[in-house]
């Protein structure tokens, strides 16, 4: 039986800008994330962050598609 390749991506816009101010005169990074296929929008303070929260959607994504083939599959005898 070949082996099924499972063929997944996400899409996202990526919105970065500096903030400056008294409290940081050479300027803070922000970050958000915006699903353009939901509208949904998160808002990070820095870019550890972004990257936690990009590795655990993504990771998250990947477990429900395996879990999901896996679901599918029809034993064969």
């Not at 949904?40 to 655990?56: D, G, K, M, P, S």
């Not at 959607?57 to 395996?66: A, D, G, I, P």
């Amino acid at each position: 039986m070949a082996q099924q390749k499972l063929l997944a991506y996400q899409v996202y816009l990526l919105h970065c800008w500096e903030e400056t101010g008294t409290a940081a005169p050479t300027g803070l990074w922000r970050f958000s994330l915006e699903n353009p296929a939901s509208g949904q929008r998160r808002e990070f303070a820095n870019l550890r962050e972004l990257v936690i929260a990009l590795n655990t959607e993504l990771n998250e994504n990947r477990y429900r598609r395996l879990s999901h083939a896996h679901s599918r599959a029809v034993p064969t005898d």
